[in-house]
């Protein structure tokens, strides 16, 4: 009896192969996760970012003309090791090379980051999403999600809670076509960079009237994405008949 239930086992698990990635996914996180709580536990979770980024920066700094190709590396990363911060390669590369030279490199960065989550649930999201499809208001947010017009896309790009990977494979889950995911992520992340280059800029040498004019514009220019693309595509996107497929 137990030989057939092992053997039921064997079986399973040949039948479904992707249980590896899985438990080797939580493997690797729980790993990462427990060396990151052993660290914070001994010196605190400030000094350990501290000490992160200033080997980093020390790092990238020795490497002279190769230093901004390790920062967009360790920003590629985060695509696959999401516990892995984004911030701590964003601050040295505006330590390292100012505000333009970071734009730069966190923008390159950010790009190749959002392609490779972007393909990953463009290659895995299908099949997952696939056992939800027979409800129907799943399949009308996948098809809502797939058809979002370029400003909610990159209006989306704004919306802090929002993990970046998680947005990159969810738009790669939901088939939003390749190019129009390229251009309006170049032009979200542009502006994301600058703002970012902006504050750490204002955290050196506080010019908060610079901050708080920003946030203005940004405010009202995400309002006026929100309001086009509400009074345009999204309206019709969203009508009752696409819900009732």
């Given at each position: 009896?137990?030989s ?37 536990s ?40 999401i ?64 058809q ?82 509400g ?15």
């Amino acid at each position: 009896m137990k030989s057939e239930l092992v053997k039921r086992g064997f079986r399973w698990i040949q039948a479904h192969r992707w249980i590896w990635a899985v438990v080797a996914a939580i493997a690797l996180v729980g790993a990462i996760w427990w060396a990151w709580d052993v660290v914070a536990s001994t010196v605190g979770i400030r000094q350990a970012f501290h000490v992160v980024s200033l080997a980093l920066r020390n790092f990238a700094g020795a490497l002279g003309p190769w230093g901004p190709f390790l920062l967009i590396i360790a920003l590629a990363v985060h695509s696959i090791l999401i516990v892995f911060p984004m911030e701590i390669p964003t601050l040295v590369a505006f330590a390292l090379y100012g505000p333009f030279g970071g734009v730069a490199v966190v923008w390159t960065g950010s790009m190749l980051t959002a392609a490779i989550s972007f393909m990953l649930g463009r290659l895995l999201g299908p099949p997952v999403l696939q056992r939800w499809t027979s409800n129907a208001r799943v399949r009308a947010l996948v098809r809502v999600v797939g058809q979002l017009n370029p400003f909610a896309l990159i209006l989306l790009r704004w919306v802090s809670f929002i993990p970046f990977d998680v947005l990159n494979m969810a738009f790669g889950a939901c088939q939003v076509p390749v190019v129009r995911f390229a251009w309006t992520t170049a032009i979200g992340e542009l502006v994301t960079s600058f703002v970012m280059a902006l504050l750490y800029r204002t955290a050196l040498h506080a010019h908060w009237g610079e901050l708080v004019g920003l946030v203005a514009v940004l405010f009202a220019v995400g309002w006026g994405i929100y309001w086009w693309s509400g009074k345009t595509h999204l309206k019709r996107l969203t009508a009752p008949d696409d819900m009732e497929a």
